[in-house]
């Protein structure tokens, strides 16, 4: 039973260009939650989705962050005109229920922006 | 104040020692507690749920004071592998969000 599969592991991108980070849950699980981690601080919840539908977005920026869930498919976050303070760890975590049971996060993508 | 705060260390320690981790959360309501350990860029793995009852795991024993608003970890005979980060962790009732403290450095030397 594979885990939370995040890809790509590493990205670069240069100032203004789009970032597309991809996760797809654990089997069976249908909540997907996005945390960022800038270095040297802890992570800090973005958006918990579940499939097409935003549940909570309250830790999103408001301008240029987006999430979806998709009916088939992996959630994306989607970062447009990325600045290189967007550069952080992103890591996705998917539960089975409503709760903090079985919380399991991918390995997260490394975006720096040049 | 942040919700949740935790002194970053490190804490540097040689085998076999010891050692204390504190953790304070700013919101009363919080309803779930845990630790988790981060290894150099990897991603948070769930080391224990913490109770009020307190609550142990071999090495690692975990406390909760409610009323304090308090949870610690305390980790006895140190190994080289422990070494890593260690984030404390709450969570509101029925909540789905993690609020996570910045985490303090565990270093073991042999």
């Known amino acids: 039973n594979a885990g939370v599969m995040q890809n790509p592991r590493h990205l670069v991108r240069r100032r203004g260009q789009e970032a597309r980070l991809r996760c797809s849950p654990m089997?069976?699980?249908?909540?997907v939650y996005w945390y960022r981690q800038l270095p040297e601080e802890g992570l800090k919840f973005m958006v918990y989705?579940?499939?097409?539908?935003?549940?909570?977005e309250s830790g999103m920026p408001k301008e240029r962050f987006s999430a979806e869930f998709p009916k088939e498919g992996p959630s994306i976050l989607r970062i447009q005109q990325v600045v290189r303070g967007d550069s952080a760890a992103y890591f996705c975590?998917?539960?089975?229920?409503?709760?903090?049971?079985?919380?399991?996060f991918g390995s997260g993508t490394r975006l720096t922006v040049v | 104040r942040k919700e949740v705060e935790q002194d970053p260390g490190p804490f540097n320690v040689p085998e076999g020692a010891t050692v204390a981790f504190n953790c304070t959360y700013s919101?009363?309501?919080?309803?779930?507690f845990f630790w988790y350990r981060q290894d150099c860029r990897k991603e948070p793995k769930l080391l224990m749920s913490?109770?009020?009852s307190g609550n142990e795991d071999g090495r690692f024993t975990a406390q909760l004071n409610r009323a304090s608003q308090y949870i610690s970890l305390l980790i006895r005979d140190s190994k080289l592998s422990d070494s890593a980060t260690y984030l404390c962790?709450?969570?509101?009732?029925?909540?789905?969000?993690?609020?996570f403290g910045g985490g303090t450095r565990l270093m073991v030397k042999p």
């Open positions: 913490v109770y009020s």
């Open positions: 975590a998917s539960s089975p229920r409503t709760g903090t049971d079985g919380y399991t």
């Open positions: 989705l579940q499939k097409e539908n935003i549940i909570d």
């Open positions: 089997k069976g699980h249908s909540h």
């Open positions: 919101n009363s309501a919080s309803q779930s």
């Open positions: 962790v709450v969570a509101l009732p029925a909540g789905n969000m993690l609020t």
